[in-house]
């Protein structure tokens, strides 16, 4: 199948066009205007699944000549899922309450192009170390998570806080699994190596 010319992020963060940019394949940002609410009893891999697919279908039906990739991240603690925090006082919580925990990060990927679609969903696993009040307080002023599902940035000091990770794509907890990403793309038809 020959690949389409056009290929659209569905996102305009800076990490997301940064780990996509990894394939060297050119592409464009565009800013999917979605609902991110969860539905009342969204498990938290079909809430990142719906989200993705949302984000890249709201792109796709103003741009219907191009494949576009949506990527959304729901963190989950004892079932239920953490959203993004919004406020210093909800990273403090969030950060809280995983402190000594185990959470699940599901990273829900849509790709799409007219009627067609691919998905996939990547689970990372982190272990935050026990964390006092002081560092979670300077944690959050020095990088301001607000807009991250479960308040940290993995790719900059918010490494500092986890005890470990597991995954089988150590992009994704940035929040775009590039594993994944390049199958889907090479499903697509895409010249991913």
Known sequence: MASPSRLILASTSIYRRELLARLRLPFETARPETDESPSPGDPPDELARRLAIAKARAIAEREPDAWVIGSDQVAELDGRCLGKPGNREGAI??????????????????????????????????????????????????????????????????????????????????GLPLIETARLLREAGFMVP
């Open 93 to 174: 919580a969030q950060l809280t309450a995983m402190s000594g925990r185990t959470v699940a990060f599901r990273t829900g990927l849509g790709l799409c192009c007219g009627e067609r679609l691919l998905t996939a969903l990547d689970t990372t696993t982190v272990r935050f170390r026990m964390l006092r009040a002081d560092e979670i307080a300077r944690y959050v002023d020095a990088e301001q998570p607000l807009d991250c599902a479960g308040s940290f940035k993995c790719e900059g000091l918010g490494i500092s806080l986890f005890e470990s990770i597991e995954s089988r794509d150590p992009t994704a907890l940035v």
